[in-house]
Nanobody, 120 residues
């Protein structure tokens, strides 16, 4: 089991940038595919991005492709989500997730979430 804690959320103007971090604890962290999801008020949780355990494989939702970048540092047990060109529709609670599958399959662990608010 891996425990996940997100940070880095906040309030930013449209067009701005934020970098989210997800710190993981657990001996098998670097065996997991890591992903980011988000949930806006009144909407279902949706996939944002994922990265393979080695970091060589990444994929993104069409809505964020070209603006967001997922990366990981296995030495620091941390996965990042660099978000550029933020839009008001990116406003949501962002969740970190871990899965034993690549592409992402069943989610083994979720973080508690971090709020991102983009003002117009």
């Amino acid at each position: 089991q891996v425990h996940l804690v997100e940070s880095g959320g906040g309030l930013v103007q449209a067009g701005g940038s934020l970098r989210l971090s997800c710190a993981a604890s657990g001996r098998t962290y670097n065996r997991y595919t890591m992903g980011w999801f988000r949930q806006a008020p009144g909407k279902e949780r949706e996939f944002v991005a994922a990265i393979s355990w080695s970091g060589t494989g990444t994929y993104y939702a069409d809505s964020v492709k070209g603006r967001f970048t997922i990366s990981r540092d296995n030495a620091k047990n941390t996965v990042y989500l660099q978000m550029n060109g933020l839009k008001p529709e990116d406003t949501a609670v962002y969740y970190c997730a871990a899965s034993s599958d690549y592409p992402l399959g069943r989610i083994a662990s979720w973080g508690q979430g971090t709020q991102v608010t983009v003002s117009s």
